[in-house]
C-alpha cells in the first residue's frame, strides 16, 4: 500500500474536521479498483473435502472445490458456478476421480483452469474452447480460501492475499472462526463494526467505552489513500469516557487499560481499529510499542446489493485453552442478533437513497443524509467518504439483477426480524462444527426420551408390585405409590425427575 499520508483527523468536540497533509489525494481523485484485490470467501474449515461449495460475490457465484493434495494444479479450485453446456450449477455436481469438476447435467467436467477435458457424450474429436469454463485464482491463507475475481477481466494479482501476520502459521496466535450471512448491506456492517458508540447502547457492552472518544481523549485518524488502496486506522487512549461520566464506571483508567513497561512505569494502551478495503477491519488495545494480546478481526464481503457475508475470529496470543466452536457460536450470534435488526431498518432508508441518487446520475454524500455528532466518529466520516467515491464502481451493484434481489428481500421495509435473525440459515448451515454440535444435541434428546420411557416403565411395574404389596399390608393407595417410588431404582427417578424439569 505505500507509505503512510500526512492525513489525520482530530477532535476534541461534536464537530469533526478533517486536515488535508502533503501526501493525500484531493477528495474523489482516488480511483478504488474492487477487483483488483483478493476476497475470503469461506474459511477454510467450512470448505468440505471433495464436495463442490457455492460462493456469491459481487452478485456471481463460483463453485469451490476442495481436492485432495496430490491432485495436479493444487488442491484447491474456483470456476464459475455456471457449466457453460447448458448452464447447470457446477456446485451441484461431484469430483471425479481424477479430481475434475464434473457438472451433474450431462457429466462435463473441468480441471483447475477451467479447461474442459471430459465430455462423455461428445463423438470425439477435440474439445472447442467455447466448452471451457472461467477460473478464478484461489489460494488458501490465514485460515480463508481466497478469490481474485479480477481474473475475470484480465487482472493478475499484484500479490498474494493480505493475511493478518497473527493469523500466518507459527505465529503463536489462535483463533476460532465465525461466519454468518446477513441481508445487511456491505456498507452498513462495514460502518457499524467501526462505530463504538453503539456498543454502549444496542450491546449495552462497557468495553466498548474504550474505542469511543471525548474532549479529554480525541479520537486520531489517520487515511492512506493511493489509488487502488485504502486503509484507514483510529486510535484512542483506552479509558472509560461516557461511563465514567455518567459514573456507570469505578474508575476512568481501569487495569485491563494500562501497560507495564519493564522499568515499572504505566501509561494507557491506546485503542486502535483499523480498515483495509476491501474487507478487512481489525481492533485491538496496544502498548504504546504497538503490541497486544487480543485481536477482534472482522471480515465482511459483499455478495450482493443489500446482501453480505460476515466472518469474524478473536485472535488471542497463546490462549490456555480453546472453547469449542459451536460455544463460540452461540456466543457470538447472540451477541451479533442485539444490533442487527436496527440495521435493517436503516437499511431500509439508506439503500433507497443510494439507489435514487445512482439512478440519477448523482454522487453520494453521506453529510448530506447522516447527522455526526460524535467525536467518535472521525472514523466513520473517513469510510464514509471512502464509500460515497468507491460504492458506485462496485461491480454488478446497481444491476436489475441486484435491485430486484433486494426488493424482493424486503429493500422498501427492510428484511423482517424473523428473517435477519434467522440462524439456522444464516450460520449453522454454513458451519460444520455447529451442524454437528446439533446433531450430537438431537442424538442426546433422542437418549433422553428413551431414558424417560424405560424409568415410567420401572415405576410402573414397581407401582403394580407395590399395590399388590398393599393388599397384604392394608396400604391406602397414596401410600402404595410412595412405596413404589421409595423402591424403585435411584436411576429411574432421577430421570422421570430430570425429563419433567426439562420440559418446563
Known sequence: CGGRSGLSARSASTQSTVEEGSGQKAEG???????????????EADLPPEKPTKVTLFEEEYCLLRRPPNVEGGSTMCLRNACPHRMAALSEGRMTAQGLL????????FDATG????LPTSAGGAISSRACSEALPCEVAGG???????????????????????????????????????????????????????????????????????????????????????????????????????????????????????????TAKVSTTRFDAP?????????????ATFLACFWVIPTGFGRSRFMSCALVKSPPFRVPRWAVAIGVNNFLDQDTHLLGTAQARYLPWELERANHGQPLD????????????????????????ALPSMPLRYSTRAVNSAMGAGLAGGPRREQILDRWAQHTALCPDSQGAVAKAGVA??????????????LGLRAV????????????????????????????????VAAVVAAL
Open 29 to 43: 481523485s482516488v480511483s478504488f479498483d474492487w477487483l483488483e484485490h483478493w476476497y475470503p470467501v469461506i474459511w
Open 102 to 109: 464434473q457438472c451433474a447435467y450431462h457429466g462435463w467436467s
Open 115 to 118: 479447461a474442459c477435458v471430459d
Open 144 to 266: 480463508h480460501v481466497w478469490v481474485f475475481p479480477g481474473a475475470l477481466h484480465g487482472r493478475t494479482p499484484s500479490g498474494p492475499p493480505p493475511v493478518l501476520p497473527e493469523m500466518e502459521a507459527g505465529s503463536g496466535w489462535s483463533f476460532t472462526p465465525f461466519v454468518r450471512d446477513f441481508p445487511i448491506d456491505y456498507s452498513v456492517l462495514v460502518e457499524n463494526i467501526t462505530d463504538p458508540d453503539h456498543g454502549l447502547f444496542a450491546h449495552q457492552s462497557a468495553g466498548f467505552d474504550f474505542y469511543t472518544a471525548s474532549e479529554k481523549y480525541p479520537q486520531t485518524v489517520e487515511v492512506l489513500a493511493d489509488g487502488e488502496a485504502f486503509s484507514v486506522e483510529s486510535r484512542v487512549t483506552s479509558a472509560n469516557k461516557l461511563t465514567a461520566r455518567v459514573a456507570t464506571a469505578k474508575e476512568e483508567l481501569p487495569r485491563a487499560c494500562v501497560d507495564k513497561g519493564e522499568d515499572g512505569s504505566e
Open 279 to 291: 474487507c478487512t477491519i481489525s481492533m485491538g488495545r496496544k502498548s504504546r510499542s504497538g503490541k
Open 366 to 389: 453521506r453529510r448530506a443524509l447522516f447527522r455526526y455528532q460524535s467525536p467518535s466518529e472521525n472514523l466513520l466520516i473517513a469510510i464514509g467518504r471512502f464509500m460515497d467515491r
Open 445 to 458: 434428546l433422542t437418549a433422553a426420551c428413551a431414558l424417560f420411557v424405560v424409568s415410567i416403565f420401572a
Open 465 to 496: 408390585q407395590a399395590a399388590a404389596a398393599s393388599q397384604h399390608a392394608s396400604l391406602s393407595p397414596l401410600g402404595a405409590v410412595t412405596a413404589a417410588i421409595s423402591n424403585a431404582p435411584g436411576w429411574a427417578v432421577l430421570a422421570v
